[in-house]
């Protein structure tokens, strides 16, 4: 086992490896992680040359953002793979400076495949950036160096560090922006956090009402069994087996549910235009599950409350530390947590999308019920209700 401090470096082992970036979660702050691929200039070439929780696998798959859990994330990369411009693959960390800074993440440390461990040292530091480590070239070979460097305000200085201008999204956009000239790489980072000082905001409307396909992501945290990363998640003393689904009404009146429980998976080009993609019962999807919705069809949708329940286990919403992230294209990522107190009550209506003279409004709701039958009475769906399996 190598250990480096900031600034020593070590040689590394020939073909794939993973890069596991670790740490103790904090209650209400959390920590993302990007990777740029940076040129001899160490800047990126474009918004092709970042992996992050919006873009997970780039460089034809030779740098993926592969796992994220509660205090864990993993990077898998094959370097010898990279274009030969790329001479540098840095590892990130930000938080919202709104939430903490990295002097609440003492156990934050960057392990590399092959035996090299990188404990950042975080006592006392103020900032919410931090380049945690890089892999380089060196005469032909690649070598790793542990950096450790802070970025006073967050992700905005350390993205311009390395040429990337960030897309700021504006609650309520001005009508007609301001011309600007093309930064030579725009990356929307700003991922959204709709709390309780935030509760809504609505995607920027384009003008034909295209929205593409908005794609709503429920990920949390699967604990580590003696059978393996994910085998606890069901079958298990303590399993959860968290899914996602939604409620939803057209403009045409028609109504209905969309749910792995009682297999209504629904369908994207065809009305309700809502899909729920699969159901991670054995947590082996790494990244969660998944509902698309058919933006181009937005016109004919007039609501959809997004909701997660505990189909086995026992409820526990803190212990579950689910995320709700919704993805558009070309909009910032919208977060909801949903890992605040339910009590025994088994469903958590998580985030309400509204079409509003044709935008869509997203908003936080975050309110548990018994099941989803009491979902449906608080917001007056009206659906009729039947005991149901997978």
């Known amino acids: 086992m190598t250990t480096l401090a900031p600034g020593a470096n070590a040689p590394l082992a020939q073909g794939p490896l993973t890069a596991t970036i670790g740490f103790t979660p904090v209650a209400g702050a959390g920590l993302d992680v990007s990777a740029f691929l940076l040129d001899a200039n160490g800047k990126v070439r474009g918004d092709a040359d970042m992996c992050f929780y919006g873009q997970t696998i780039v460089a034809n798959g030779a740098v993926q953002l592969s796992q994220v859990e509660s205090g864990r994330v993993v990077f898998c990369l094959d370097l010898d793979r990279l274009d030969a411009a790329v001479e540098k693959v840095a590892l990130t960390a930000t938080i919202d400076e709104n939430k903490a800074r990295f002097a609440a993440f003492p156990h934050l440390a960057l392990s590399v495949s092959g035996g090299i461990e990188a404990p950042i040292p975080t006592q006392d530091m103020q900032e919410t950036a931090l380049i945690l480590g890089e892999f380089y070239r060196r005469q032909g070979a690649w070598k790793f160096r542990c950096v450790a460097q802070g970025f006073a305000g967050g992700l905005a200085p350390l993205a311009s560090h390395f040429g990337v201008e960030i897309a700021v999204p504006t609650a309520n956009p001005p009508t007609t922006p301001a011309p600007a000239p093309a930064p030579p790489a725009r990356i929307n980072l700003s991922k959204i956090t709709l709390d309780k000082s935030r509760a809504s905001i609505s995607l920027e409307k384009k003008g034909d009402g295209d929205f593409g ?41 028609r109504k209905g549910v969309i749910q792995a ?17 699969g159901d991670d019962r054995t947590g082996a999807v790494r990244d969660g599950e998944w509902l698309r919705i058919n933006g181009k069809e937005w016109r004919n949708i007039r609501r959809v409350l997004v909701y997660a329940f505990i189909y086995q286990g026992v409820p526990n919403w803190n212990a579950t530390d689910g995320v709700v992230t919704l993805f558009a294209p070309g909009q910032p990522p919208i977060e909801v947590r949903v890992s605040e107190e339910g009590g025994k009550l088994g469903c958590c209506a998580i985030a309400l999308l509204e079409n509003v003279g044709g935008s869509v409004k997203v908003s936080r709701e975050v309110r548990f019920f018994q099941d989803q039958q009491k979902a449906d009475q608080a917001y007056q769906w009206g659906l009729r209700w039947s005991v149901g399996s997978k």
């Open 213 to 253: 396909e908005i794609k709503i992501n429920l990920n949390w945290n699967r604990p580590t069994t003696s059978g393996g990363l994910f085998s606890g998640l069901l079958g298990r003393s303590g399993g959860v087996d968290l899914d996602v689904g939604c409620l939803f009404e057209l403009q045409d009146g």
């Open 261 to 277: 429980l009682g297999k209504a998976f629904g369908s994207f080009d065809n009305a309700p235009y809502i899909h729920l993609m």
